[in-house]
């Protein structure tokens, strides 16, 4: 893109007062942001198209916020090789978007963005999600990245980091969807995955350069990922949980939406439960979801992530956790506390509290709020 048109884009979409609705319509009647700033557009037309303070943002200098946010995004723009602007006049701006009524006309991206060409699949969940959830993220993360697709997620702690993580690790590429600006990475403790997606991946953002963690942006971004992905999965959330509402957009696109269900005891399967009675499939591997999706193509064999009941067997086999072995009979698929575990074992608590320990060093148990304690199936 040359550099004047990126600058005519770049003021068209940080003209204050001009939304995404308003947007849409000036270049629909008049063609690439060039012309608008060329003073040979009638101002009538740009008063009838977005009234009389729109033209007039439009029409005048840029002032000095606007100018400070146009040179904040050259800067950004140069510190990098793999930063850039997909517009709506690019061939690679992702056709899906299109059906969103707000589609951004302009994207801030840093990575690979022949991604936004491969079909997708989101994975999603809490933010404050368990280890066996993560565990099953990054498994199903790995299973779609490995039969071609990318996997798309929102960059937040928990189940989004770990199926950016699962998908990286798969070889496969995957994109983050940003509720900040491209230059600001939220959470903190995700700038080593930013910095791996940016390499490996493809980091994406609707908002202005220098844009904060502001909380209305989040529910606002999600409506991005639910457009980008063929299908929604939802791999823990609680009943009020933002996943959820990614899922309902999903589902308002016409998208296919899916949930791994969990123990009926834990808040963060709640959430999937209930998508699951409001028409969710309920999925345990990634073949589930291809054939849901209807795409014939089977994955090789040993790629699907396995359902807990296929992978018990394996958590019961000898390992150095081996004499904690009747605590996991107890401790069953559901959390438990150390005094329900003496009970059932005929234990003292004191060794009950020993074998939990043996089996959480192990990556047998997880430890979770009130001293409760949950198996974990899989891989560790």
Known sequence: MLAGERAAWLRLVLTPGLGPGATRTLLDRFGLPTALFRGSVDHAALVDAVGTEGALALTRPPDEPLATALQRTQQWLDGGPRRSLVTLADADYPRPLLQLPDAPALLYAEGDRALLARPALAIVGSRNATRQGEQNAAAFAAGIGRAGWCVVSGLAAGIDAAAHRGALESGSGTIALMGTGADIIYPAGNRPLAAAIARDGLLLSEYPIGTAPLARNFPRRNRLIAALARGVLVVEAALRSGSLITARLAADMGREVFAIPGSI???????????????????????????????????????????????????????????????????????????????????????????????????????LAGNRYQRLHGPA
């Open 265 to 367: 005891h834990s808040p963060l399967a709640r959430g999937c439960h209930r998508l699951i009675r409001d028409g969710a499939a309920l999925v345990e591997s990634t073949q589930d979801v291809f054939e849901q999706l209807g795409w014939a193509r089977a994955l090789p064999a040993g790629l699907a992530p396995r359902a807990p009941q296929q992978a018990s067997a394996e958590a019961d086999a000898p390992d150095p956790a081996a004499a904690a072995a009747p605590l996991l009979a107890a401790l069953g698929h559901d959390p438990a506390d150390i005094d329900t575990l003496a009970l059932r074992t005929g234990m003292d608590p004191g060794k009950v509290a020993a074998g939990l320990l043996a089996l959480e060093l192990a990556r047998r148990v997880e430890r």
